[in-house]
């Protein structure tokens, strides 16, 4: 059962999904790049539970990357929400490592193409939570510039999926 979600604080995906965890009342945090960067300039005041990421950065490139390893490091598996499959080319940022840093760990993941019908989308996400007994889940995603629109279809999707999630457990 999720107890905690977590993510980078970037606009998009990430902010979705602290936004849901934050309307649910559900436990949230995560790493966020050291100076809580973001590509607008600061992460909002009101991601409280997001802690800056403790090494000497020395480049944004590693700030961004320090920050993804440690949230997929910190959680039971990562869900990655893209607008569709196969990934845009445009999509350069954390998403991509996410990927190739959870193959490489060998950790758990699971890509979520928000093309798909909505409700084959809840079904596998919630036989996926289930089946491998994710508690801490890390949420990523592309970031708002990248892709216009994905932060109000992520938040609109996980809404759904807390909303039948939460039904289920507590009926």
């Known amino acids: 059962m999720i107890k905690k979600i977590?993510?980078?604080?970037?606009?998009?995906?990430?902010?979705?999904a602290l936004d849901v965890a934050i309307s649910f009342n559900i436990i949230w945090g995560g790493?966020?790049?050291?100076?809580?960067?973001?590509?607008?300039?600061?992460?909002?005041?009101?991601?409280?539970?997001?802690?800056?990421?403790?090494?000497?950065?020395?480049?944004?490139?590693?700030?961004?990357?320090?920050?993804?390893?440690?949230?997929?490091?910190d959680s039971d598996a990562s869900l990655i929400i893209v607008p569709s499959i196969p990934i845009l080319n445009e999509?350069?940022?954390?998403t991509r490592?996410?990927?190739?840093?959870?193959?490489k760990q060998n950790a758990r993941y699971l890509i979520l193409n928000l093309n798909s019908e909505i409700e084959?989308?809840?079904?596998?996400?919630?036989?996926?939570?289930?089946?491998n007994n994710i508690q801490v889940l890390?949420?990523?995603g592309p970031r708002e510039s990248l892709c216009p629109g994905i932060y109000i279809n992520s938040y609109n999707f996980l809404i759904k999926f807390m909303g039948s999630y939460f039904k289920d457990h507590f009926h």
């Open 91 to 94: 999509i350069q940022d954390g």
């Open 120 to 131: 084959h989308n809840l079904l596998i996400l919630m036989d996926w939570i289930k089946t």
């Open 6 to 16: 977590i993510s980078g604080g970037q606009t998009g995906v990430d902010r979705a």
């Open 138 to 140: 890390n949420v990523a």
């Open 31 to 73: 790493w966020c790049p050291r100076g809580r960067i973001d590509e607008n300039g600061t992460i909002p005041q009101r991601y409280t539970q997001l802690v800056e990421i403790p090494d000497d950065i020395k480049s944004e490139k590693e700030n961004y990357d320090t920050r993804t390893k440690m949230n997929i490091r």
């Open 97 to 103: 490592l996410t990927i190739q840093y959870a193959v």
